[in-house]
């Protein structure tokens, strides 16, 4: 019945860079039943920095970039010979698992069971600083989004705020929010860009009994940046060399 398995043969280009964006299923949800705090919560971001972390940890990837409930992992060697079925299936199941076992630990209790889906980006790599500019670009809209929607709800309830932000623009949103104390500019960087989870070198010394001496290397950690700068072309060079 193997030949029934049309799908199993499908595998992302061997010359491509491959990106994984993970989005959590049905979040909105799950955050309204956890009680998290809108329109951000930190107890709830480091719940998803945890799990890119293990993302980090078992798959040695170049950089995972995540806001909201979406992670996006950039993949320095491409696993399972590139087969799309396994990245989405593997991805998306040990994301859900972390999470659900990192909330379980923070004493959440999730009603129904968490779930990632995933879907496979090739992209040559000239291209994958836009790539990410472009979801940095996606996580400023939803911060400014977030915070005019719930400040204005607090104020009229969730179906008149929804309708006064109906078709506002961004200079219109800064000025909602600045009538209401809210410098959107002020806000936390994690919130407006995003967190980073990278490796970045930095020294270590020890000592060389055989010489008597201090000395020192250089080694290669993971960096969970919460300052994350804005995506330039120089920030993937350093990354991607």
Same mark, same amino acid.
């Given at each position: 019945?193997?030949?029934?398995? $049309?799908?199993? +043969? %499908?595998?992302?280009?061997?010359?491509? !860079?491959?990106?994984? +964006?993970?989005?959590?299923?049905?979040?909105?949800? %799950?955050?309204?039943? #956890? *009680?998290?705090?809108?329109?951000?919560?930190?107890?709830?971001?480091? /719940?998803?920095?945890?799990?890119?972390?293990?993302?980090?940890?078992?798959?040695?990837?170049?950089?995972?970039?995540?806001? @909201? *409930?979406?992670?996006? $992992? =950039? =993949?320095?060697? $491409?696993?399972?010979?590139?087969?799309?079925?396994?990245?989405?299936?593997?991805?998306?199941?040990?994301?859900?698992? @972390?999470?659900?076992?990192?909330?379980?630990?923070?004493?959440?209790? &999730?009603?129904?069971?968490?779930?990632?889906?995933? !879907?496979?980006? &090739?992209?040559?790599?000239?291209?994958?600083?836009?790539?990410?500019? @472009?979801?940095?670009?996606?996580?400023?809209?939803?911060?400014?989004?977030?915070?005019?929607?719930?400040? /204005?709800?607090?104020? $009229?309830?969730?179906?008149?705020?929804?309708?006064? %932000?109906?078709? #506002?623009?961004? *200079?219109? #949103?800064?000025? =909602?929010?600045?009538?209401?104390?809210?410098?959107?500019?002020?806000?936390?960087?994690?919130?407006?860009?995003?967190?980073?989870?990278? !490796?970045?070198?930095?020294?270590?010394?020890?000592?060389? &009994?055989? !010489?008597?001496?201090?000395?020192?290397?250089?080694?290669?950690?993971?960096?969970? *940046? =919460?300052?994350?700068?804005?995506?330039?072309?120089?920030?993937?060079?350093?990354?991607?060399?």
């Amino acid at each position: 019945m193997r030949e029934h398995e $049309v799908y199993s +043969r %499908l595998r992302a280009p061997p010359s491509s !860079r491959i990106i994984l +964006r993970l989005d959590g299923r049905g979040f909105h949800r %799950l955050t309204e039943s #956890l *009680d998290f705090e809108r329109p951000y919560d930190e107890a709830f971001r480091d /719940l998803m920095v945890g799990t890119c972390q293990d993302i980090m940890d078992e798959f040695s990837p170049t950089l995972i970039y995540t806001f @909201s *409930d979406e992670i996006n $992992v =950039l =993949l320095d060697s $491409v696993p399972f010979a590139g087969r799309v079925e396994k990245l989405d299936s593997v991805f998306a199941g040990f994301a859900s698992s @972390s999470f659900t076992m990192s909330a379980l630990e923070a004493g959440f209790s &999730p009603v129904k069971p968490v779930s990632f889906d995933c !879907r496979v980006i &090739p992209i040559s790599s000239d291209l994958v600083p836009e790539y990410f500019r @472009s979801r940095q670009d996606e996580s400023w809209r939803n911060c400014l989004n977030s915070y005019a929607y719930w400040t /204005l709800r607090r104020e $009229v309830g969730a179906r008149s705020a929804a309708r006064k %932000l109906h078709g #506002l623009k961004h *200079d219109s #949103l800064h000025e =909602l929010l600045f009538e209401r104390g809210v410098n959107i500019s002020r806000v936390p960087a994690w919130q407006r860009r995003g967190v980073g989870i990278y !490796r970045v070198p930095h020294t270590v010394t020890g000592y060389n &009994p055989l !010489r008597d001496e201090e000395v020192s290397a250089v080694r290669m950690r993971v960096k969970v *940046d =919460l300052e994350l700068p804005l995506f330039t072309e120089e920030f993937f060079e350093g990354l991607m060399k």
